[in-house]
């Protein structure tokens, strides 16, 4: 059968074809097509979603297309497909009803879920996390997602926004979009490591400036220190790390894993579907989720 997966961030929208032979077979999950265009956030809700229209209305099979999911920034609930919260990234987006929306637009079921949640049931079904149990993942792009996948369940108790990317790091800390101050996501993200240190993160990566160097082994401890934060809470089998940040994990992902291995012992990994992740895991969701009110 022929699906459509999306997947809405603060500053691109990708969407794929997707042909799947057994929704509950992941390597029967093949992309097609893919193709991505800017969110435009800025110019505010309207235009998002008519963005993310567009990006499945360029499709020209869509009708034959047995599913259609969108996996967005924000907090979504997984039962009715609302944002009940999103940052300014999405500016107009809390409260809005997604699912809703698009499923009046096309005038089929669309179902919504969360960017974090999508690439995380991608990476957990899929990709790295396809022989554990309970997967944790953290998303470092725009933000810093933190989503759990317990027991490889689809429904509404299983699969968690833990938005531990808000948790506070330093108290009186850097401001954050949410309104508060020092949360994980404006040290850990990759929005971060450019405003801080380099807009071209293999130049921050790679920098022998002293301020860079810094900036870099900080972000290995604050890392560190969500993770274990996600350890103590949740106890995940896997942790994947995944977003724009880990497309350079050869600049840094042995130096990280250094630090980490002092202090923690779950296992760690690389996500492995790239920026795939969160148009497999949105349809991978929709063929095989539980969603009560979408
Ligand atoms: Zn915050």
């Keep these: 059968m022929l699906t459509i997966g999306v997947d809405v961030g603060g500053t691109s929208i990708k969407s794929a074809l997707i042909e799947v032979g057994d929704a509950k077979n992941p390597d029967t999950y093949q992309i097609l097509k893919f193709f991505s265009l800017p969110t435009e956030a800025r110019k505010g809700r309207d235009a998002i979603v008519g963005n993310i229209i567009k990006s499945i209305e360029q499709f020209e099979c869509l009708d034959e297309c047995e599913a259609i999911s969108v996996a967005s920034a924000g907090t979504i609930d997984?039962?009715?497909?609302?944002?009940?919260?999103?940052?300014?990234?999405?500016?107009?987006?809390?409260?809005?009803?997604?699912?809703?929306?698009?499923?009046?637009?096309?005038?089929?079921?669309?179902?919504?879920?969360?960017?974090?949640?999508?690439?995380l049931v991608?990476?957990?079904?899929?990709?790295?996390?396809?022989?554990?149990?309970?997967?944790?993942?953290?998303?470092?792009?725009t933000g810093l997602g933190a989503s759990l996948l317990k027991d490889k369940k689809l429904d509404c108790q299983s699969v968690v926004d833990t938005r531990l990317?808000?948790?506070c790091l330093y108290e009186d800390g850097r401001e954050c979009l949410c309104g508060k101050k020092g949360c994980a996501e404006t040290y850990v993200s990759a929005?971060?490591?450019?405003?801080?240190?380099?807009?071209?993160?293999?130049?921050?990566?790679?920098?022998?400036?002293?301020?860079?160097?810094?900036?870099?082994?900080?972000?290995?401890?604050?890392?560190?220190?969500?993770?274990?934060?996600?350890?103590?809470?949740?106890?995940?089998?896997?942790?994947?790390?995944?977003?724009?940040?880990?497309?350079?994990?050869?600049?840094?992902?042995?130096?990280?894993?250094?630090e980490y291995k002092q202090k923690a012992n779950t296992p760690v990994a690389c996500a492995s579907l790239g920026n795939k992740a969160g148009v497999l895991g949105s349809v991978y969701a929709v063929l095989n989720g539980s969603f009560k009110n979408q």
Excluded at 79 to 107: I, M, N, Q, W, Y
Excluded at 135 to 140: D, N, P, R, S
């Design 122 to 141: 991608g990476e957990g079904f899929i990709g790295a996390g396809k022989k554990y149990d309970s997967v944790m993942m953290f998303t470092l792009g």
């Design 165 to 167: 990317g808000h948790i």
């Design 191 to 258: 929005t971060a490591l450019k405003k801080y240190g380099d807009d071209n993160l293999y130049k921050l990566f790679k920098s022998n400036d002293i301020i860079h160097k810094n900036l870099v082994a900080n972000f290995y401890k604050d890392l560190t220190t969500v993770m274990l934060k996600s350890i103590e809470l949740y106890n995940p089998d896997l942790i994947i790390v995944g977003g724009g940040v880990i497309e350079l994990a050869e600049y840094w992902w042995q130096n990280f894993i250094k």
């Design 78 to 119: 997984w039962d009715s497909g609302k944002v009940t919260f999103a940052t300014e990234a999405l500016p107009g987006f809390t409260g809005l009803e997604l699912s809703k929306v698009l499923s009046e637009h096309f005038k089929r079921r669309v179902v919504a879920i969360n960017d974090a949640v999508g690439a």
